[in-house]
């Protein structure tokens, strides 16, 4: 089953209001998640790593007041994109690493598709 | 900067055939992680075979494979036996040791032929 918990996969949001996606490990604990935006037919852009109980670290050119990122406990960070416009419309992902006695894998969320009308 | 580069955007191959993806990189790190992810339609990742720079061994799992050439900086998969299944995206990505941030590839779409 999953470990790591996108919601909600989906939203239409109008133009101007805000969304917040949510990303969740379920089974251990992230100190760190990561938030990719992926293009139709493109790669994935990370565009933050996520710090619990501390300031996201955000890319080069990844407008940190338009995509608001929190990481309140040790099992969930949210995205919030701001006064969202039609060119936020993306496909949103999540991931976080989790250790294992031989290595760490990135686990990923379902994505959240964003429509901005 | 790392840098990952994926030159074909899309393949085919006949269904019980093998089709191997191109992937090359760019870093002037020692220790690195290197990694073939696939993306069905439903978009969810999906980690298909992992391979640590330091290990001169290609990683196997099951039908897929990799050719890793450190001096190269080239990491191809192989698919052998292709299933409908493996319809999907293919994305290479990097990750330097110690450091959880992936840099993905633009990715190559295979379509299995039935």
């Known amino acids: 089953g999953a470990v790591v918990s996108q919601h909600p996969s989906w939203v239409i949001c109008k133009s101007g209001t805000s969304v917040k996606i949510e990303c969740r490990s379920l089974?251990?604990?992230?100190?760190?998640m990561f938030w990719y935006r992926q293009f139709p037919k493109q790669s994935l852009m990370l565009m933050a790593t996520?710090?619990?109980?501390?300031?996201?670290?955000?890319e080069q050119g990844v407008e940190k007041d338009k995509f608001l990122i929190n990481h309140a406990s040790l099992t969930l960070s949210t995205l919030t994109v701001t006064s969202a416009h039609p060119e936020d419309s993306s496909f949103y992902i999540c991931?976080?690493?989790?250790?294992?006695?031989?290595?760490?894998?990135?686990?990923f969320g379902q994505g959240t598709r964003l429509t901005v009308v | 900067a790392q840098t990952v580069t994926q030159s074909q955007p899309e393949m085919s191959v006949q269904e019980a055939e093998t089709v191997t993806l191109s992937c090359t990189y760019d870093?002037?790190?020692?220790?690195?992680?290197l990694f073939w992810y696939k993306q069905p339609p439903s978009r969810q990742m999906i980690l298909v075979i992992r391979?640590?720079?330091?290990?001169?061994q290609n990683a196997t799992e099951n039908r897929f494979s990799v050719n890793f050439q450190k001096a190269a900086k080239s990491f191809s998969l192989k698919i052998s036996d292709s299933q409908l299944g493996d319809a999907a995206m293919y994305f290479c990505?990097?990750?330097?040791?110690?450091?959880?941030?992936?840099?993905f590839g633009t990715g190559t779409r295979l379509t299995i032929i039935p």
């Open positions: 991931s976080a690493p989790r250790a294992s006695l031989q290595h760490t894998e990135a686990f």
């Open positions: 990505a990097y990750r330097n040791f110690g450091n959880e941030k992936l840099t």
């Open positions: 870093t002037s790190e020692s220790d690195y992680y």
């Open positions: 089974d251990f604990q992230a100190t760190t």
């Open positions: 996520s710090n619990e109980g501390s300031k996201a670290t955000y």
């Open positions: 391979q640590e720079a330091y290990k001169q």
